[in-house]
């Protein structure tokens, strides 16, 4: 294993992030153990997305990150990257740019030539499926292809845990599923995920009910930590429910069962 | 594509010094070394660094339109020349005010956009307000200018390679190469900077340390040129883009291949100036501007696919 594998706990203390007034974060306490997996639900505005990018550096945050013992602050940039990866929830492109030049920009951490760059990257998309689109441009790529196309970029990057908010979302159910199918085995072989997502029964979907018993499930509310459960807990649905203000149960579908939502509440 | 840029700037850099009207015998030697080869070399380097600057502008601040012209430098160093041109004796003073007013205007803008908070458009937006307040200045300037000073004002700030020399060859060149091998030494992150600052920061890039470095280098450079040829339009925004347009999208060879092509545009835009008119010379920025603003309007209107 890589030198990061000592370092892929992930701890938070305190985490507080403000913009003007407003209080997006309000001293939370996460812990996430190597080869642990965890998805964080909550409504919109919740700070899910502002709790992944205080966890990378990218928002200023008050309260400490670490990465195994060491303070985030005192790691280099591409000891940082070696650690942690990070999928935001969408592709925004300064200008048109080939899909492989675009994953192997996640090569950046490493010192090698562009031809050694260019076969990672290449071998990479064939992780994800996607090594036929390599040439073509992203921006005319669809939805779903870019998606899995940005995902290859992560992969390429080789960090230790993964950051995704919502890395399925506005893709067909489908392409949903396998995006997930693909994360859930990237768990299996040992890398730690971090999910931001509205639908936790997405996860349900894809993982074993020995799985889901350790996969954690985190509820944000108001910028705090209001949840801590598992996925396969009896009572998730009424917690879930009250924590997203809607009416939810668990429903038997033939072989398995699935979180459902009611209606509002 | 690569390699015809490559021949095509070589051959115009070698090409050049023997393009010209017909010398009066006696005088070849001294026209041929003492006036254009320095001018060849003195275009091409500038031509470089402009070029090398735009594309790195633009990869840095997310916008096509970014060129030093839109963060301030060419602005300052504008008004420092003029400065120096209507109350400062002497040739040297102009290059010196010119350099000087670059990197007063582009350190402040610099050592803000190295501010890990600072965000890409605020830096942008400062330099356009920078480089509109200078403008301004250097309006009311001249306005209270004799007429003969005025004159020279305005012959300077159309640009030139034609007055440098040598000596003028011996400063740029160095800081031209300096210039580019910064930019190139930080080709990398300028290509991850193609999905934005954030995802750059995450795969491992030194955003703050990029920018901060890039910015510096490109006000030194730009303000050296600047200086000794005066503020020579479009060519950092124009080369860029003809370099896309000729080897495709994307940012792997963008950054060296601009500081080629643009040495290559500079000294031809030079030779036309030069030979364009018969006995009479243009301000090399007059040829530039006449190639870069049409270019310009039509990457405007462009549709988009």
């Known amino acids: ?265 | 594509m690569r390699l015809a840029i490559v021949l095509v700037t070589v051959a115009l850099v070698l090409g050049a010094p023997l393009i010209g009207p017909s010398m009066p015998s006696g005088a070849e030697a001294f026209i041929f070394w003492q006036l254009r080869v320095p001018r060849v070399l003195v275009a091409a380097a500038a031509g470089a660094v402009l070029s090398v600057i735009g594309a790195a502008f633009q990869a840095l601040f997310e916008n096509p339109l970014a060129t030093p012209s839109t963060t301030g430098t060419t602005a300052g160093a504008a008004l420092g020349a003029l400065i120096a041109i209507l109350f400062l004796p002497g040739q040297a003073a102009v290059m010196i005010g010119a350099f000087v007013g670059a990197l007063l205007v582009s350190l402040p803008v610099a050592a803000w956009a190295a501010r890990a908070e600072a965000r890409v458009q605020d830096v942008l937006l400062g330099g356009v307000a920078l480089t509109l307040a200078a403008g301004a200045i250097s309006s009311g300037l001249q306005m209270t200018a004799d007429a003969e000073e005025a004159l020279r004002a305005v012959r300077w700030s159309l640009g030139s390679v034609g007055q440098v020399g040598y000596a003028g060859a011996a400063v740029l060149g160095p800081i031209a190469v300096a210039v580019i091998a910064v930019v190139l030494a930080h080709s990398r992150g300028l290509q991850a900077l193609v999905a934005g600052e954030a995802r750059a920061a995450s795969q491992g890039v030194d955003v703050a340390a990029l920018r901060a470095q890039v910015l510096v280098a490109g006000s030194l450079g730009v303000g050296a040129v600047v200086a000794w040829c005066g503020p020579i339009a479009f060519v950092g925004l124009a080369v860029p883009h003809l370099v896309r347009k000729l080897v495709g999208p994307g940012r792997e060879d963008l950054f060296w291949l601009s500081a080629v092509a643009g040495a290559g545009f500079l000294v031809g835009a030079d030779v036309v100036a030069r030979v364009l008119i018969s006995g009479r010379e243009l301000p090399v920025g007059v040829v530039t501007s006449a190639i870069g603003a049409p270019l310009l309007v039509g990457l405007v209107l462009r549709p988009r696919r």
């Open chain 1, 1 to 265: 294993m890589a030198w990061y594998a000592a370092v892929m706990l992930l701890t938070a203390r305190q985490l507080r992030v403000r913009a003007g007034e407003r209080v997006l974060l309000d001293g939370v306490d996460l812990t996430l153990g190597a080869e642990e997996c965890a998805v964080v639900v909550g409504r919109n505005g919740a700070g899910k997305t502002t709790l992944l990018r205080a966890l990378l550096g990218l928002v200023p945050a008050e309260g400490e990150v670490a990465l195994g013992s060491i303070p985030r602050g005192s790691l280099g940039p591409r000891e940082r990257a070696a650690a942690v990866g990070w999928l935001p929830q969408s592709l925004n492109l300064a200008e048109p740019v080939r899909a492989v030049e675009l994953v192997a920009a996640g090569r950046f951490r490493f010192g090698e030539g562009r031809r050694a760059r260019h076969e990672a990257a290449v071998r990479s998309m064939a992780e994800v499926g996607v090594e036929g689109f390599a040439e073509r441009l992203v921006h005319t790529l669809s939805g779903g292809e870019r998606q899995r196309v940005a995902l290859s970029a992560l992969v390429a990057q080789e960090a230790g845990l993964w950051l995704l908010d919502e890395p399925a979302s506005h893709l067909d159910p489908g392409v949903q599923e396998r995006v997930y199918r693909f994360l859930v085995d990237q768990w299996r072989g040992g890398r730690g995920l971090l999910l931001v997502t509205h639908d936790p029964d997405l996860m349900l979907r894809v993982v074993s009910r020995e799985e889901a018993a350790k996969v954690r499930v985190l509820g944000l509310s108001e910028g705090r930590l209001a949840l801590e459960a598992r996925l396969s807990d009896e009572d998730l649905p009424e917690k879930l429910g009250e924590l997203l203000d809607v009416r939810m149960c668990w429903a038997e579908l033939g072989e398995r069962r699935a979180l459902a939502v009611l209606g509002a509440r």
